[in-house]
């Protein structure tokens, strides 16, 4: 630069100016991104994944233990910052309540299609156990093959915990005319579901739970049994009678509305992410049937697949 030259110095004082006040508009917050943390593994796992990618930008962020409904009147109120695991069956109308009040954002859609329903080891259709099965009408005719000691003499259910589904099941049984037939019980956790189906495994029993996919059961054999399909309204929440299975559905992103704001180059990462069935059921697998932490999952899975992350932050 010739400094005796006065326009010269006016052009590269106005060009570092200009490239200065772009570096502090782009600039993420120092303030943390706040991860929700729930109670199954692929979302826990993804939470660290997610986390992981934002300090890899240069964010902070922090993880809160948080209740899978209330979590987005806690979006919507800014305590809580996303969530990446928006699952339609069972949190769509939650989603839906608090964007509808405002101050919650689509993020957009996994690849990832999901089904949350009730299903069967694939021994139990192979072994003919319930002739009929994965038809739901077949479960009139074998609910002995499902009693369990505390069934009543009853086949059961197992469902999730309550705070996934509320009583979706319950009346789901009743409004298909079985409830002479079958009981809802809620399992405390989704660990207590998995070792139920392995001892019930062990024992060549019949067992029906909660179930979902994308999970680590993908790879092992479940079937989901077909209901009577899912459509707009037929839950009785949404004014129908309930006799209706859950929808082949959607996973989503939400996030607080002023995220795209605070955290622009973040905001952007986050609304690309789209994971796979196969990804999401490895980040499952590898806590459930690896047995690591949910952190080192994380970190883990990170390392193994830089391919599929990376892009996402660029
Ligand atoms: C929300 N869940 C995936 C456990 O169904």
Known sequence: MNLFNPKAVVTALS????????????????????????????????AYVIGGMFESMGSNV????????????????????????????????????????????????HEAATLEEMG????????????????????????????????????RWLEGPQSWHGDLMPVRVDALGLGDLYTVKFAGGADAIWAEL???????????TFNWTPNFTDAEGFVFLEFPGYTDGCRV????????????????????????????AAYTAFSKISFTTTQIGQMAALV???????????TKWLADNEAVWKPFTE
């Open 15 to 46: 060009v570092s100016m200009a490239s200065l006040s772009g570096a502090a508009f782009a600039a993420d917050s120092a303030e943390p991104i706040v991860i929700p943390t729930h109670n199954w593994s692929s979302q826990v796992v993804m």
């Open 62 to 109: 922090e993880y809160v233990p948080a209740d899978s409904q209330a979590v987005y009147e806690a979006i919507r109120n800014g305590d809580v910052t996303i969530s990446h695991e928006v699952w339609q069956s069972t949190f769509g109308a939650s989603f839906y309540n608090a964007m509808e009040k405002g101050g919650v954002i689509d993020a957009g859609t």
């Open 120 to 155: 069967v080891p694939s021994y139990v259709i192979e072994n003919n156990l319930c002739p009929g099965l994965p038809n739901w009408e077949a479960l009139k005719d074998c609910p002995e093959v499902f009693a369990t000691a505390d069934s009543d003499g009853k086949g």
């Open 198 to 208: 392995e001892s019930a495994k062990k024992e060549g029993r019949g067992i029906i």
């Open 237 to 264: 929440a949404d004014g129908g009678d309930g006799a209706c299975g859950s929808p082949k559905g959607w996973l989503k992103k939400a996030a607080n509305y002023k995220f795209p704001k605070t955290h622009p």
């Open 288 to 298: 459930d049937v690896d047995k690591l932490s949910h952190q080192d999952a994380a």
